[in-house]
């Protein structure tokens, strides 16, 4: 296995222009849209981490907590939170920034996974992550809980087995 990288290492950022063909009646940003400009900048994000091929399997959280209008200037940044043996979370920010003011906000955020996989589709090991400041920390000790929960929901892992989560409510 590859040697252990850190979440900086996998940073992408990409900024798009909100214009009038990506907006919905509203003119806000149609919300497929965003999801798209996500899993792409997620995908090279993955890709950055292990070097590899990289599919979504799975889009874990998507929160649209606001609107965004036409003609604003959105930033996405994105970085590995974890790995796993073949899969990575990403974890996606998204920031508006007034084109006026330029004034910058956290508008949205994202959760992918992604796993690594070879010429037939079957998957790869990845390295280890490690986190290095404080909010990759907590994303990094959360992203155990999430794949936890992710995994008794598919019916993949007994609810008894999820140490994390049984640790977040049992003393």
């Known amino acids: 296995m590859a040697k252990s990288k850190t979440a900086k290492e996998s940073l992408a950022i990409t900024t798009h222009h909100v214009l009038p063909y990506d907006t919905n009646n509203l003119g806000n940003l149609f919300g497929g849209r965003l999801l798209e400009w996500m899993d792409i900048i997620a995908s090279i994000t993955a890709h950055r981490h292990c070097k590899r091929v990289v599919v979504t399997a799975s889009v874990n959280s ?63 090991p990845v390295p280890e992550l490690v986190p290095e400041t404080d909010e990759e920390k907590d994303r990094y000790e959360g992203a155990l809980r999430r794949r936890q929960l992710s995994l008794i929901l598919a019916g993949k892992m007994k609810p008894e087995e999820a140490t994390e989560l049984k640790a977040l409510f049992l003393k």
């Open 62 to 124: 998507v929160a649209f907590k606001n609107a965004i209008l036409d003609g604003s200037i959105v930033t996405l940044e994105s970085k590995v939170s974890r790995s796993f043996t073949s899969s990575m979370e990403v974890f996606i920010d998204v920031w508006v920034e007034d084109p006026v003011t330029g004034e910058r906000k956290k508008s949205n955020e994202a959760i992918y996974t992604f796993v690594a996989v070879d010429q037939n589709g079957s998957p790869l």
